[in-house]
């Protein structure tokens, strides 16, 4: 079982950058399927960006071609890094793990995952 624990957010102007990190303890981390959600204020948590364990990739269609999410194996790191940023992305920012990797047609969807950071605040100004 991993813990995470997520830092870099803060507050930007749109157009601008942030980069977040969530760092995890735990064995075998590479095995691990991670997300990135983000919960706006009154609204669901959604999820936007995801990496299986080979490091592949999907996005979110509001996010896709701003924000790269990686991974870092070898220092049990998962990176977001938000580009073109606007308002909307205003929310708190999560990373979430599971293993088994979760079926193509759940990756976004924030039940399927047991493991959760505690979120950091992404403020976007205009």
């Known amino acids: 079982q991993l813990e995470l624990a997520e830092s870099g957010g803060g507050s930007a102007q749109a157009g601008g950058s942030l980069r977040l990190s969530c760092a995890a303890t735990?064995?075998?981390?590479?095995?691990?399927?991670l997300s990135w959600f983000r919960q706006a204020p009154g609204k669901e948590r959604k999820g936007i960006a995801y990496?299986?364990?080979?490091?592949?990739?999907k996005y979110e269609d509001s996010v896709a071609g701003r924000f790269t999410i990686s991974r870092d194996n070898a220092k049990n790191t998962l990176i977001l890094q938000m580009n073109t940023l606007k308002s909307e992305d205003t929310a708190m920012y999560y990373c979430?793990?599971?293993?088994?990797?979760?079926?193509?047609?759940?990756?976004?969807?924030?039940?399927?995952?047991?493991?959760w950071g505690q979120g950091t605040q992404v403020t976007v100004s205009s």
């Open positions: 979430a793990a599971r293993w088994p990797c979760p079926t193509e047609q759940s990756i976004f969807i924030q039940y399927v995952y047991h493991t």
């Open positions: 735990g064995d075998r981390y590479a095995m691990y399927c």
């Open positions: 990496i299986d364990s080979e490091g592949n990739t």
